[in-house]
């Protein structure tokens, strides 16, 4: 099966940078994704690292180590909008289906 | 706005009564999943449908039914509700079976169950 940890809950100031960390115990491995999830709205993709290294889009940057089992998505020059739950996620083997870690909330405090 | 639709954007209701939520994926998209989040539990995956057929089924409970029709829009049926089975309801949707990065949420149904 497939299990992620994360960090609950992360206060940064706006205009910070903030690194929020995933791992994964996973019998097989097919990418980490991450989502960001405004309260009470749909989860929306942010980012998908298959392969070791460091994805860049925008502000946000998501790295991954698979000999680690380990990811983070790095947020840079936040701001109050950014404010909202970031969850890691793994597909299982047969791809089909993902699995969320239990969410990590982000307060921006200005 | 992702493309996903799904209807309704609310429901109350009582125990023991059976509800259906709907979905539409975005055009295009074969493969629709469906997901419960409620507060205790996160973000579980219950099932996925790709072109009509079932393709992947996750810890969904045996009072819970989906389906997906010709025009791949998909339903799923809620039964013998329980206070528990308060939630959100997401539909997700992926152009293949396989979704390799991303797939795209719906607006989610949230079900009050009273």
């Known amino acids: 099966g497939q299990s992620l940890e994360q960090p609950s809950e992360v206060t940064a100031v706006e205009g910070a940078i903030v690194q929020i960390n995933c791992t994964y115990q996973?019998?097989?491995?097919?990418?980490l994704s991450w989502y960001q999830q405004h309260d009470g709205g749909a989860p929306t993709f942010l980012s998908y690292n298959a392969l070791d290294g460091l994805e860049e889009t925008g502000r946000f940057s998501s790295f991954l180590s698979r000999s680690d089992s380990y990811g983070y998505l790095l947020l840079q020059e936040l701001q109050m909008k950014d404010s909202a739950s970031y969850f890691c996620?793994?597909?299982?083997?047969?791809?089909?289906?993902?699995?969320f870690g239990a969410g990590t909330i982000l307060r921006v405090k200005s | 706005d992702s493309g996903v639709t799904q209807t309704p954007k609310h429901l109350i209701t009582a125990t023991g009564q059976r509800v259906t939520l709907r979905c539409s994926p975005r055009s295009g998209d074969l493969s629709v999943y469906w997901y419960q989040q409620s507060l205790d539990q996160g973000l579980q995956f219950l099932i996925q449908y790709y072109n009509g057929e079932e393709r992947a089924k996750g810890n969904i409970l045996e009072r819970f039914s989906a389906q997906q029709f010709p025009d791949l829009h998909s339903e799923l049926n809620l039964s013998s509700l329980e206070l528990g089975d308060s939630a959100l309801y997401f539909c997700?949707?992926?152009?293949?079976?396989?979704?390799?990065?991303?797939?795209?949420f719906g607006p989610g149904t949230r079900l009050t169950v009273l």
């Open positions: 997700a949707s992926s152009v293949s079976l396989v979704s390799y990065n991303e797939q795209f």
């Open positions: 996620a793994v597909r299982d083997e047969g791809g089909n289906k993902l699995v």
């Open positions: 996973t019998s097989g491995f097919y990418g």
